[in-house]
């Protein structure tokens, strides 16, 4: 055993980059004066400890440290990345599960948006297979489905979809579903791989059962956000639904067609302007490729009017 002697001695060379290994080897030796002190210096610096310097750290004292530390010790255990504390969790608190794994930190997080956050496939699906509600929603209604479209997370939005996540859940107030988040996404503000990857979660809502006709707050559809975001990617997912509704109108009276108009520039050429007296913008030229033509292409009306104007 150390001698109290020995311990101040060390004590001196301990900092907050080497605390965890002294706290180890004061464990090992028992000279609690050491490890008093040690503990002293993480619980000082909890929140700026990264998962390296628990690497070397054994399950069952980390564990132990993590429960010393922190009321949510899933939590912390999830941000080192350790799924062996994760497991001694799950053992310990088998009779509270699953209410223990849909617990909000001091932060309002959930140990699976953790999890998912840093791509930790295993621990999520460790979690979930524990029953962690893969449907749980913050105050304004927001789910993690939500929660990680908005932070444009490929991963998580898959990994929740596959797990059965509702894909038709609205948010409070704004009424928006994940396909509605998806299709917000604009190519002026986001590079082509992201919008590439909301393509990708927009066709994965779509074969998981998401009703691509849903109305927002404001009456708008996907489709309908798909148009004036210019998002051209979950736009084309939007056509090859079979359950489509083109002619679904927003709460300004506006079908899909009608603001895909607003964004054309009207070609000299009448031969490929179908168009007559329309007011437009500046924007794309009318072409067989433009955001009006392929909805004429998929069945819309050009006779529908504008509820607002009349005009047809």
Known sequence: MFSYRCEKGVMSLVNVRNCIRFYQTAEELNASTLMNYCAEIIASHWDDLRKEDF????????????????????HKAIKVEREDVVFLYLIEMDSQLPGKLNEVDHNGDLALDL?????????????????????MVDKNGWSLLHKGIQRGDLFASTFLIKNGALVNAATLGAQETPLHLVALYSSKKHSTDVMSEMAQIAEALLQAGANPNMQDSKG?????????????????QLLQCKQLDLELKDHEGSTALWLAVQY????????????????????????ENSFAARLIQRGSNTNAPDTMTGTE
């Open 264 to 287: 054309i520039t009207v070609s000299s050429d009448a031969s490929v302007n179908p168009f007559e007296d329309l007011p437009v913008v500046n924007g794309t030229s009318f072409d």
């Open 55 to 74: 690497s070397s750290m054994g399950a069952q004292l980390l564990y132990k440290m993590i429960k010393s530390m922190t009321e949510y010790p899933l």
């Open 115 to 135: 999890a998912l956050s840093r791509r930790l496939e295993s621990i999520a699906t460790t979690l979930v297979s524990h029953k962690a509600d893969v449907d």
């Open 220 to 236: 708008r559809t996907p489709l309908h956000l798909s148009i004036t975001a210019r998002n051209e990617y979950v736009f084309n």
